[in-house]
């Protein structure tokens, strides 16, 4: 069910009974000269949609600029403050509460987002508004992604670069696949690190060209079986979670300070 496309007599009789949304966020940065900026929330919405279409839980418009100062020094690259989306993101989530919603799923496609996410979820949860949990398409699946590709690359790889073909392949420019390839970088995930500190912080830092891995290995017949893989993934999730009691869900209480004391 997405909520854009629905009145809101539809949406008052989807929170009589169901109290389960889904937010797709990513983020619009670069990702090399193959892949428009839209990428990671491209795929986030596309998966969010595609898992609500078959559980039918509720999933609102995507978000789609995140945390992405690290990739500025390439143009159209959009950010905010970290401060900035975490608090927007919390805005939007209780938000959701006002109408009845109790656990929210971030469907995530940004990696600049994650701890941010996780910090949301954590404040929602302290003070037990609601259970909202960051999950992220790559991650559901690192087996599948290990064995469709030789070097997967964390950004603008062939991973994304594949699902792209399959979700939107009109806006994949092929013909860019070899200067992707060739002016970016084999990520190395010890690259600039000394002794044991992490001494970079943006990707042109590593990659002339802002993007990691073999992009020709991609594929829309691969991209499809991510897709889909990653999709059961999420449908798994929002089953799981729905099934959960809510006070299972909330805050364990407090220690006793003097256990057996009875105080």
Not at 27 to 55: M, N, V
Not at 185 to 213: K, L, W
């Amino acid at each position: 069910m997405f909520l854009s496309h629905r009145s809101w007599p539809e949406l008052a009789e989807y929170a009589a009974t169901e109290s389960l949304a889904v937010v797709p966020l990513g983020s619009t940065e670069q990702h090399g000269p193959h892949l428009p900026e839209g990428t990671d929330y491209l795929i986030a919405e596309a998966l969010a949609r595609a898992a609500t279409d078959r559980t039918g839980h509720l999933c609102t418009p995507p978000i789609p600029v995140g945390v992405s100062s690290h990739h500025r020094q390439f143009h159209g690259t959009m950010w905010v403050e970290p401060p900035v989306f975490r608090d927007y993101v919390e805005s939007l989530s209780r938000n959701l509460t006002s109408h009845g919603i109790d656990r929210i799923v971030y469907v995530n496609a940004h990696g600049g987002n994650v701890s941010h996410l996780r910090e949301v979820g954590r404040r929602l949860h302290e003070d037990g508004t609601a259970y909202a949990i960051e999950w992220m398409w790559d991650e559901s699946i690192p087996d599948l992604i290990d064995a469709v590709f030789e070097t997967t690359g964390p950004h603008g790889g062939p991973k994304e670069t594949a699902m792209i073909m399959h979700i939107a392949e009109e806006l994949v420019r092929e013909d860019r696949l070899e200067a992707a390839h060739d002016g970016g970088a084999v990520f190395d995930s010890d690259a600039e690190r000394v002794h044991g500190a992490t001494t970079f912080y943006d990707s042109i830092e590593n990659s002339p060209n802002g993007v990691f891995g073999d992009q020709t290995d991609a594929t829309p017949e691969i991209g499809e079986r991510l897709f889909e893989a990653a999709a059961d993934q999420l449908v798994a999730l929002l089953e799981w979670l729905d099934a959960q009691p809510f006070a299972d869900l909330l805050p364990k209480p407090h220690l006793d300070p003097q256990p057996g004391s009875g105080a």
